[in-house]
C-alpha cells in the first residue's frame, strides 16, 4: 500500500506538473475506478450508466468544441455528435489511458471533420473577440455558448451564485475544491499541499460541493420531462 | 451491499475518482436508480464547469436525455462486449465464439465499434462445380437477395462465427471500412472471421471451418 501511495504521489506530482491550462480538472490518474466502472457497465448495454458519464464531461466537450467552432448551437450540436461516435465506439476503449482522454480525442476529431466537410479553415480560436460594437468577449467564456437570452441569463445566474457560494466558504474548503476542480490535483497531493489527511481533504470536497449546491438548488430545479 | 445510502460523500469521491474503495456495479446502480443521487451527480459537473470557465448549461436542459435518445435509437447501438461473451459462453463449442444461432438482432444494420465488418450474403445456385460457381456468382450475384449485417470484430485474436447461412450460399462477402482488406472465400457450411492477431484493429480473415456440405445435383 504504502509502495502504491508513493508512486501515486510521484506521478501525480508529474500529471499536475504537466496538466495543460486547456485541460485544468481532468486527472489522467491511473485510477479511474468510477469512470472505468461506468465504461464496463455501458460496454454491457447499460445505456443509462453512458448518461453518467455524458453529465459529467459534456461541459469539458463542449468548451473543448468551442475553441475550434464558434457557432453555439453547433458547438451542442457536435458535442451530443461526438458522445453519439464515444458510445457507438465504446468496445474499442480498453481503457490504456483514462475516459476523458479517449472522449477528448473523439470530441476534438468531431469539430475538426465537420470544419473540414464545411470546408472552412481550422484555426485556433482566439480568447477575445470584438463584437460589431467594439465590445469584447471572452470565447472561452461558457457564457459565449448560450444560444438563448434565458440561458445566458441562467447562466450568469449561475456563475454569481457560484461564486458567491465560494466566497463564503471557509478557506480550507475553499481551498480544497480550488485545488480539485481548477489545478485538477489528486486527493492525495492536495492533501500534501494543505498539510492535512485524505479523508479530510474528501470531506473538505464534499462540504465545499454541498454549500455550493444549496445556493444552487433553487436556480436547477429539473421538470420531470428532463429528467434521464 | 448499497454503500451509498444517503452518504453523499461517497458520491463525491466518486465523481472524483478518489475513493479509498472503487465503486461496484452495485454503488452504480445504486447512482442509477435514484433520480436525486442522479442530480447531485449532475450538480457536482456544474460546480466544477463554473469554477473552470465552461459553459453552464444545467443538467436539466436536455443535453443528456438527448443524446441517450439518439443512442437508443434502432441502429446506434453498440453489441456489448460482455453480452457477446454471454452468448459465446452460452453457445460452448469447439473454442470458437459462435455469437448466436439464429438471432435476428445480427441482421439488423446496427453502429458497432470503431472497427466495422459489413458482410454481404448473396444466395447463388445450390450446386456448381467450383468453376461453375464462378460464373454462376459473377451471374447471379446481382440479381439475388442481399443482406447486410454489420457487427463488431471480435476482441483482439478472437473469432465471430456468423449465423447459419441460408440454404445454398456459397460465398460471403466481406468488405470493410478502412485499415479492413475485402476477403473473399469459398463456399462452406459456416464462416468465421477472425482477427489477424497482429492487427488488433483490422486485419479480418476469414477461414471455412468444415468441408461443404454435399448437395443434390437437382437442389437449388
Known amino acids: ?91 474499442a476503449f480498453r481503457g490504456e489511458s483514462a475516459f476523458y482522454t479517449w472522449l477528448y480525442r473523439i470530441a476534438l476529431n468531431t469539430a475538426k471533420n465537420h470544419l473540414v466537410s464545411a470546408k472552412r479553415e481550422v484555426t485556433t480560436a482566439s480568447t477575445t473577440q470584438a463584437n460589431d460594437e467594439g465590445e469584447s468577449f471572452d470565447l472561452l467564456d461558457g457564457q459565449g455558448t448560450d444560444e438563448t437570452p434565458e440561458r445566458l441569463l441562467l447562466s450568469q445566474e449561475i456563475a454569481r451564485t457560484v461564486e458567491a457560494a465560494m466566497a463564503e466558504l471557509p478557506e480550507e474548503l475553499r481551498t480544497a475544491i480550488q485545488l480539485r476542480e481548477l489545478e485538477g490535483l489528486s486527493y492525495e497531493a492536495i492533501a500534501e499541499a494543505m498539510g492535512c489527511p485524505i479523508g479530510t481533504v474528501r470531506s473538505r470536497i464534499f462540504r465545499a460541493r454541498e454549500a455550493i449546491a444549496r445556493r444552487l438548488r433553487p436556480l436547477l430545479e429539473t421538470p420531470p420531462d428532463r429528467r434521464w | 451491499m448499497d454503500r451509498l445510502n444517503g452518504n453523499e460523500e461517497v458520491l463525491s469521491a ?134 447486410s449485417v454489420a457487427f463488431a470484430p471480435a476482441a483482439m485474436g478472437g473469432q465471430r462465427r456468423l449465423p447459419t447461412l441460408p440454404m445454398g450460399v456459397r460465398s460471403v462477402v466481406v468488405a470493410a471500412d478502412a485499415g479492413v482488406q475485402p476477403v473473399r472465400f469459398t463456399s462452406a457450411p459456416f464462416y468465421m472471421l477472425a482477427h489477424n492477431p497482429a492487427q488488433p484493429m483490422g486485419g479480418v480473415t476469414v477461414r471455412a471451418l468444415a468441408t461443404p456440405p454435399r448437395v443434390s445435383t437437382n437442389a437449388r
Do not use: C
Open chain 2, 14 to 147: 466518486w465523481f472524483d475518482d478518489e475513493s479509498a474503495e472503487p465503486a461496484t456495479d452495485l454503488d452504480l446502480e445504486a447512482i442509477l436508480r435514484d433520480p436525486n443521487t442522479r442530480s447531485t451527480w449532475g450538480t457536482y459537473a456544474l460546480i466544477g464547469a463554473a469554477l473552470r470557465g465552461e459553459p453552464l448549461a444545467t443538467p436539466s436542459d436536455g443535453f443528456v436525455a438527448a443524446v441517450l435518445q439518439r443512442i437508443a435509437e434502432p441502429g446506434s447501438e453498440a453489441p456489448p462486449q460482455r453480452e457477446l461473451a454471454r452468448l459465446a459462453d452460452a453457445a460452448g463449442g469447439d473454442g470458437t465464439t459462435p455469437v448466436t444461432a439464429a438471432n435476428d438482432a445480427w441482421w439488423r444494420w446496427s453502429a458497432v465499434a470503431a472497427t466495422l465488418v459489413a458482410v454481404v450474403v448473396t444466395g447463388v445456385l445450390a450446386l456448381q462445380s467450383p468453376r461453375e460457381a464462378g460464373v454462376r456468382v459473377a451471374e447471379r450475384e446481382m440479381a439475388l437477395r442481399a443482406e
Open chain 1, 1 to 91: 500500500m504504502v509502495s502504491i501511495r508513493a508512486r501515486r504521489a510521484a506521478y501525480n506530482a508529474r500529471m499536475a506538473a504537466n496538466t495543460s491550462k486547456t485541460d485544468r480538472g481532468v486527472q489522467d490518474t491511473p485510477r479511474a475506478l468510477t469512470d472505468a466502472a461506468l465504461v464496463a457497465r455501458v460496454q454491457a448495454g447499460d445505456q443509462a450508466a453512458f448518461g453518467l458519464l455524458v453529465e459529467k464531461y459534456r461541459r469539458r466537450v463542449e468548451r473543448l468544441i468551442s475553441r475550434l467552432v464558434h457557432d453555439p448551437a453547433e458547438v451542442e450540436d457536435l458535442a451530443q455528435e461526438a458522445f453519439i461516435k464515444a458510445y457507438r465506439a465504446i468496445n
